[in-house]
């Protein structure tokens, strides 16, 4: 029985558990849903790429960035080695002072006129509008091993990673910090892992637990718990938490050994991961490193996570609430570490060495490098039954060319999986069109016949990629 069918590859799942169950997977796109379902319910399209920024500071990978664009000149601040620098909107990169530890991540905020920076070490803070010297912050009062610092309502308010203690800052002056104003989460046992003010709310996060306090404006630790908030799940990264449209979000768990990635929403949580996102969470050996942060493209809040010890990123896409993996060229984990915006500059950090990039949704490579493509579809199965593709076409973007070299005559690459998505062969190359070939049909003809068929994409030549779906002339026959 032969047919021509619209066929609805493309979906949102993850394979994680089994391949028979799905087999798909989303590489360097983004998931974008059209509402008003013109050609497609939602369309693949490619992230944006990497411009190079600042490629001066050498090979130690930034620890922490930090912008203040209220400045009259904007800056960027980043902590590379034991060196921290700023660095203005042209790039021009000015050495600010050192600190006394050259490796792990770093915390930093600033109250517009002071920069405060913690390390896990010590604290150290800087002048930003008459500028002198990097100084340690001596108060024999300060907390001990500070590992995140934030600011609310004139206090910057750090948090200790080997106890339960926070503390606050005179108002305003993180050169004075009182024994009065030292407070201890008590709603968990264990060290925090990070705290944060999100919504006027500070949040003390521990490994299995989260506190919520409130400035109540008594004389003495204005922050005061807020009683029936607190919650028995924790953070299990501290550098994966960020604030990920309008909430905190990170790499969650509790003591029944749980991981998922979850907002906070209010006093509780919302979990972004889904049941997929969560298995292969649970299969990497080691969590407690990742980190995380969130930006905005075309209308996409995204948060990106990344593992270093299985080498993976995942992106969550708000606008599509769905998960992606960004890659770099040789298929390990993506390049941006650290994020920030300096100027409506969206810049991250390289997690190989010292160089700050600009992402931009109209550059197709990662400074120079090849961004790969790919997509892994849904299964094509009819009750066991074999299924003859007699003619397959991709719907996409034609016509993207680039004007000369590499991409002027861009082609992908279409592999079939008969075995359930376990192995792929590629079933050759077809042209998307070069530069204003608005109408080049991307299609493949006679590919055979299967009980169960997963395709593969995959583009590496650096010109626009957007995919909307598939149709195709198929023969189903008997089982």
């Given at each position: 029985m032969a047919q021509d069918v619209r066929i609805n590859l493309f979906g949102i799942g993850t394979q994680s558990e089994s391949r028979a169950i799905t087999a798909q997977r989303r590489i360097n796109c983004l998931v974008s849903p059209q509402t008003e379902m013109d050609r497609t319910a939602f369309a693949l399209i490619g992230r944006p790429g990497l411009d190079a920024f600042v490629t001066t500071l050498g090979n130690n990978p930034s620890r922490g960035m930090w912008a203040v664009n209220s400045l009259s000149t904007p800056l960027l601040f980043s902590v590379h080695g034991s060196s921290l620098v700023s660095v203005d909107n042209s790039g021009t990169v000015s050495t600010i002072g050192t600190i006394n530890t050259s490796t792990g991540d770093v915390s930093m905020v600033d109250n517009g006129t002071y920069l405060v920076l913690v390390d896990g070490t010590d604290g150290w803070y800087y002048d930003m509008v008459t500028p002198g010297t990097l100084t340690q912050i001596a108060s024999g009062n300060f907390t001990s091993s500070p590992i995140t610092v934030d600011y609310q309502d004139t206090y910057f308010i750090v948090t200790s990673g080997s106890s339960r203690q926070f503390q606050l800052s005179n108002n305003d002056d993180p050169t004075t910090w009182a024994a009065l104003d030292i407070g201890f989460a008590d709603s968990g046992q264990g060290a925090l892992k990070a705290g944060y003010v999100n919504n006027n709310i500070l949040q003390l996060f521990g490994l299995n637990f989260v506190e919520f306090r409130q400035n109540t404006g008594t004389a003495d630790l204005?922050?005061?718990?807020?009683?029936?908030?607190?919650?028995?799940?924790?953070?299990?990264?501290?550098?994966?938490?960020?604030e990920f449209d309008n909430s905190l979000t990170g790499l969650m768990g509790n003591r029944q050994g749980s991981r998922e990635i979850s907002r906070m929403n209010g006093f509780a949580r919302t979990k972004l991961s889904d049941g997929d996102i969560d298995d292969l969470l649970l299969s990497y050996t080691t969590v407690s490193d990742a980190t995380g942060y969130s930006m905005m493209f075309g209308g996409h809040p995204l948060y990106v996570i990344n593992f270093p010890t299985p080498d993976v990123t995942h992106v969550y896409d708000g606008l599509g609430h769905s998960w992606t993996?960004?890659?770099?060229?040789?298929?390990?984990?993506f390049w941006g570490n650290k994020f920030a915006i300096l100027n409506n500059r969206s810049l991250v950090s390289d997690r190989r060495n010292g160089n700050i990039y600009e992402f931009n949704t109209a550059t197709y490579?990662?400074?120079?490098?090849?961004?790969?493509?790919?997509?892994i579809s849904k299964h094509l199965w009819e009750d066991d039954k074999y299924i003859t593709v007699n003619d397959i076409q991709i719907d996409m973007e034609q016509g993207v060319g680039t004007a000369t070299g590499q991409g002027a005559d861009p082609h992908i690459d279409l592999q079939v999986s008969k075995d359930y998505g376990f192995s792929f062969t590629s079933v050759g190359y077809r042209s998307v069109g070069k530069v204003g070939e608005y109408t080049t049909r991307v299609r493949w003809q006679a590919l055979g016949a299967a009980r169960d068929w997963v395709f593969k994409l995959r583009i590496t030549d650096p010109v626009k990629r957007v995919i909307t779906g598939a149709s195709a002339d198929i023969s189903i026959g008997s089982s």
């Open positions: 204005p922050y005061q718990r807020i009683p029936g908030a607190s919650q028995n799940f924790g953070l299990l990264a501290s550098w994966s938490m960020d993996e960004w890659q770099a060229t040789d298929g390990t984990r490579t990662d400074n120079g490098d090849e961004i790969p493509f790919e997509v």
